[in-house]
């Protein structure tokens, strides 16, 4: 079911899913355990995002996680990064 999730191809966008599901269900969070929980659950949400970013294919070039990530810091933290 994994390859499912980050399957690019895939019309159903089963991540959004899983995290729409995570999130309704940690809504309430009360405990320490909880917490942990929820916060684990996104870890690997995010973890299996990588996965399916890193899958995509274009006939340019292959995506680039830390090249990414550092646009991203450039672009929140509105520091040019050329």
């Known amino acids: 079911q994994v390859q ?3 399957n690019p191809s895939n ?8 995290l729409q ?3 309704k269900l ?8 909880e917490a942990a ?9 995010s973890e299996l995002g990588k996965k399916k970013a ?10 680039n996680a830390a090249d990414f990530c550092d646009k ?3 672009f929140i933290t509105f520091v040019s990064c050329t």
């Not at 940690?26 to 355990?33: D, E, G, L, S």
């Not at 929980?37 to 949400?45: G, P, R, Y």
């Not at 890193?54 to 995506?63: I, M, P, V, W």
């Open 54 to 63: 890193q899958a995509l294919k274009t006939d340019f070039l292959r995506f």
């Open 72 to 74: 991203v810091v450039c």
């Open 37 to 45: 929980l929820d916060s684990a659950s996104l870890v690997n949400i």
């Open 4 to 6: 499912e999730v980050i």
């Open 26 to 33: 940690f809504k309430p969070v009360r405990n320490t355990r």
């Open 21 to 23: 599901t995570v999130d």
């Open 11 to 18: 019309e159903d966008d089963l991540l959004f899913e899983k």
